[in-house]
């Protein structure tokens, strides 16, 4: 291609000037991109809830942000996926009335510039034989021990250099003590001479003079000797050390490395006749009783220094520490995770972490800005810098950044005005998750504030259903006997969906009537089954011991305020693993009239210990008659006639499974029945279980699927977004 000079070149920052350049010729600030890009998230998570598949790499977790698109045009951000070029260039081109033809050039442009682009920072960061690649986990290891192995020789060299500039000065001092001693004997030798015969006191004092600076001067010889020989070895020591800092610092990824000069430079040891020390015998036997001492010190830490540089020695746990502080600023994003994960393992409560985890709440990665907002949560609440780059995380590019960061100011910063109001910003954010998440958070810290109450009001109408939901059922929870929350509900009793009106009037707790450990019938209703929920203060680990270990299930959380359920069809709503099809077998287990021919697929230990302690409340006018409980299995199409199509075989099934059974006062109980259906046969769906409605049946469906929600009759219930910990489900 053209211009492949030019990349070799600046390969870097080829591919952002090519992109600058379309937004140029588009006439598109990187303000004005980040917007389209926002629009087109929104339009793509509207698809997805439609029940369009969601592509493996979605645009709202793309970095689109005005800074991040100016530092891509400069080369120095992360490198973008080849579907976010196709985006932009899809943006651009649009805005430049670019044809379809010369934008799918502009596409696979852009896709060689991004692979060359790959390949010279893999050329830069990786230092790999050329007949052995390892793979991922080990090369990210691996670079992580080169910058481990770099801060170890910056630390011994600058520890020698400090040695090497102790014994020159202690040289000096010594020199000095031994000029100083040779004028002392000097003198002596004078009055020696000159009081031989005449003054017999003096020439005593002078001759003992003598013999003691003589004692001293060998002494400081001797200790003068022995500093030298310990300046070779360092001198010596100094060279390989400074040589293995130099050859680690070539290194691609070695970073915050200062220029290496080739030498010590070191003070000069100042000459014996620039000394003019008038020292007394007695200052300098105290001064060499402490340079024996010092002599002592440093000989054995030689030995250490020696044994550092010569083997392979653990790093002190300090060292260890900085160390993988210095690789979180390192360019590879997997070795950036890989250095987090240590220090949060090893380090969680430390400063220097904690410091870590504020400077990386800017990280280019979604994934680790949102390791950051957990674990500011979990280890620094309270702490008012761990809370202002939580508050920074509130406004992130990512959504589940933003969630995240919601729940941690909510777990960590109850009660704090600063927290509370980023939240209530959120409560008015795009995408409707976050909306989601910031009634719950207000609701977890903020339970009797005013300002949060106000903030959930205004969601009263919103446009999506689950917030409007979760609006209804927070009000009434937290603010049951505020005047103003209930005038709210009760015009939320009048909202267009079924599942709203249900939130709205929180009557769970009246179906029950407590007596001893069990609940009684309760007033005539249409249901049949009212309402299941077990006790808020039952302890999980004790009454199912299978729970112990286990991560949480967040059906227990939506069981400890209670699940009510519609006369006709309910819809547990939640992704795989929040306990749906776990509470739907407990239900069969514990039902009267339960029917053994239904399709009770090995139950597990769960639901069996669930069934023994879950409370329900039965009508008193219907009286159960019989419970099947029905999965995606019952409906296989590989039973089917294959000249049929798949509405006929469904229809087939579905009759074979109804026919001969009496419906009136009949549960079913249906886990995940339109799994793998196209719309048209979940729409006959829908149609036949109104009619078995319509017979006097109850139905309780478990799923996944939005689609549920174009259902008039059903009452949908979320499952997974009512407990505020579902990030570490």
Known sequence: ???????????????????????????????DIAERFQELAKQEASRIEDGADAPADLISEMSFSKSHLDRLYKGSASLPSRRFLSIFLGITSRAAGINPEHYRQLCQQADELLELQRRNRRNRRTVISSSTAQAPAEAVVANLQIQLELERAKRTEDRLRWALSDTQMLMGTLLRIINALRDIITEADVKLRQHATTEPGVQVAAEHQRIQAQSYKVTAEAQFDRVNQRRRLLETLWDQAHGNLQQLALHAEATNIPSLSSDLTLPQIPLPEDFHTQATLVDIAAALGKVQEHNETEEQTIIELQHTIMADTPLRPHDELNILVAATRLTDDRTRRTALGTLLENWPQVRETRDALVRLAHDEQSEIRRMTALSLAETWAGDAAARDALIALAGDDSANVRETAILGLAEGWAGDAAARDALIALAGDDSANVRETAILGLAEGWASDTAARDALIALVRDDDVYVRMTTAEILADTWLNDAIADTALQAMKRDASPSVRWAARQDISTHFVRHGDSSEETAPSENILLAVRIPADLTLSKSIPEFEGMRPIPVFDRLRRGIAFDSGITV??????????????????????????????????????????????????????????????????????????????????????????????????????????????????????????????????????????????????????????????
């Open 1 to 31: 291609m053209s211009g492949a000079a030019g990349i070799e070149r600046e390969p870097d920052a080829t591919l952002g000037q090519f992109l600058l350049a379309q937004a140029t010729r588009a006439d598109l600030s990187a303000r």
């Open 572 to 729: 547990l709503l939640g992704g795989n693993g929040t306990g749906k099809t776990i509470l739907l077998h407990a239900i069969a287990l514990s039902a009267r009239q339960f029917t053994a021919g239904s399709s009770m697929r090995n139950p597990s230990d769960v639901s069996r210990q669930l069934a023994k302690v879950l409370e329900k409340a039965w009508s008193g006018q219907r009286p159960l008659e019989g419970t099947y409980l029905l999965g995606d299995l019952d409906f296989d199409r590989r039973k089917g006639r294959p000249e049929a199509s798949g509405f006929e075989n469904w229809m087939e099934q579905w009759s074979a499974l109804m026919r001969g059974k009496k419906v009136s006062n009949h549960l079913f109980l249906l886990d995940e029945p339109a799994i793998g259906v196209d719309r048209e046969v979940h729409k006959l769906m829908r149609d036949q279980l109104s009619a078995l409605v319509s017979q006097g049946g109850q139905v309780i469906i478990a799923s996944v699927q939005n689609s549920w929600f174009e259902m008039p009759a059903a009452r949908v219930i979320r499952i997974d977004k009512r407990a505020l910990q579902k990030w570490r489900y």
